[in-house]
């Protein structure tokens, strides 16, 4: 027998048979097709399960599941403790798990305009570590990496910036596809378009993820405990991804409305987790869901060029969590005042506030911001205007544009893959795509693609 213990937020995604039948779990692609992401412990396959977070496995020597017992529970229990407090705790802790995290190790740090990589970026200023610090932005989009370089420089980190260049897809798509196994659509991880620089880097990467999460409400203010499956609901689902998995849900003669099933799956899930607070509630349900399922997936590609790190990630820092009040974790409190104690970093530009910083965001709002976003505006449409176009979105990279359409054509169309797929669909979608809104049906071709690939890479009949 073999007994794996996984963390309360693993990093990466581990998969065990069950004793089903080997078939397609139609059911599971559906509401992947829907949402980008599968849930619970479901994969492609019936006789195949993702072992769930926090949770004691027992695996037999043929490498199936036996027993899976949860040795740990999200839970709410807020400590009387003052914001203060809260705050030297979530410092110290963040320090010593960096510190032990890092060691003597050189520092692989990606920067971005926001708070998780800066919160990083100050600890690391203190302990005087050797940090390569890198960030990246599109070619065509709003310059990022000119937010990250103020940050490195303040903290006197080396700094390197990448242009994400158009159709950077085409040429590492079925390294992707095999290191992430399809778990994932193609349209997010930029990260691929660097992997080869990233490898002649020296050290282990600092990651920053899902810190946005934890430490921010789980909802908006006032949402009530009825109103969570509606929310997640529409936060989960992607309007053209609902729109394919209905279709293939009534091509492969599922029993039953897809709605009906997926709503209820959510409503099943949720009720396993016993927290009354409702922005606990759905942070605690995102971080099992959204956090092991999406957002771990692509940490495989940081882990294909380094070892990885990821502070926010610890078991400690989710059970720290647990004991926080919301009002501390609300609207980022902890982590705005923890970079407040640094003047220079926090007078450099907050991406999600720009053109504001971390002193001053609250002014992002009219009359305020008005100059800014009419300058900003009209830039954006004198660049249209001169044929360049401001790329928002990594999929207008990979997707957009003749010789990008050739390669997606070439993986929708040309390529047997899709037996379990019919060509009117696949079509249908394409066209909407390429002839009513290629924003809103992005979702659905991108997932068409992905398919395509873990088809021809890891189907097993």
């Not at 399922?293 to 940490?299: E, I, M, Y």
């Not at 502070?311 to 059970?319: A, F, G, K, Q, S």
């Not at 693609?449 to 873990?454: A, E, G, M, V, Y």
Request: net charge neutral.
């Amino acid at each position: 027998m073999n007994h794996i213990r996984t963390q309360i937020l693993p990093s990466k995604q581990r998969f065990a048979k069950v004793r089903a039948p080997h078939e397609l779990n139609l059911k599971a692609i559906a509401i992947y097709v829907a949402t980008g992401f599968f849930l619970d412990s479901d994969t492609f396959y019936q006789d195949e399960v993702c072992l769930l977070p926090a949770h004691d496995h027992t695996i037999d020597n043929e490498g199936y599941l036996v027993e899976s017992k949860p040795w740990f529970e999200w839970h709410y229990s807020p400590r009387q403790l003052s914001f203060k407090e809260a705050l030297d705790e979530y410092q110290t802790l963040l320090t010593s798990i960096i510190k032990e995290q890092t060691g003597t190790s050189k520092v692989i740090l990606p920067l971005s305009g926001g708070l998780d990589s800066r919160s990083q970026a100050l600890i690391f200023k203190h302990l005087n570590s050797d940090v390569q610090s890198y960030s990246y932005s599109f070619k065509g989009g709003f310059p990022e990496h000119k937010i990250s370089k103020k940050v490195a420089d303040v903290c006197g980190f080396k700094f390197q910036d990448f242009e994400i260049p158009k159709g950077y897809l085409w040429d590492c798509i079925e390294d992707l596809a095999k290191i992430n196994g399809c778990y994932s659509e193609f349209t997010h991880p930029r990260q691929m378009a660097v992997l080869e620089e990233l490898k002649q880097m020296e050290g282990q990467f600092s990651l920053g993820h899902w810190g946005d999460v934890l430490f921010d409400r789980g909802v908006p203010e006032g949402t009530k405990q009825s109103d969570i499956i509606p929310l997640l609901y529409k936060k989960m689902v992607k309007k053209d991804g609902l729109e394919l998995a209905k279709q293939l849900w009534n091509h492969w003669s599922i029993e039953g409305e897809f709605e009906y099933y997926l709503t209820q799956r959510l409503e099943t899930l949720l009720s396993k987790i016993k927290i009354d607070n409702v922005s606990a509630k759905v942070r605690a349900f995102k971080t099992s869901q959204w956090a092991h399922r999406w957002t771990s997936t692509n940490l495989a590609i940081f882990e294909n060029a380094h070892p990885i790190n990821l502070p926010y990630y610890d078991n400690r820092m989710c059970e720290f969590i647990c004991t926080v009040p919301e009002d501390y974790l609300a609207d980022r409190k902890l982590q705005l005042a923890h970079l407040k104690t640094d003047n220079a970093l926090a007078s450099i530009t907050w991406h999600d506030q720009k053109p504001f910083n971390i002193k001053n965001y609250n002014y992002n709002k009219v009359p305020y911001n008005l100059p800014y976003r009419i300058i900003d505006k009209l830039k954006r449409e004198l660049k249209g205007a001169f044929g360049n176009p401001h790329i928002q979105r990594n999929f207008e990279l990979q997707f957009l544009g003749e010789t990008n359409d050739k390669n997606l054509k070439e993986y929708l169309f040309n390529s047997p893959y899709f037996e379990f797929i019919p060509k009117s669909i696949i079509t249908s979608f394409y066209d909407k795509f390429k002839n009513e809104d290629y924003v809103k049906y992005s979702h659905s071709v991108s997932m068409l693609l992905t398919l395509s690939l873990w088809h021809k890479l890891n189907y097993k009949p």
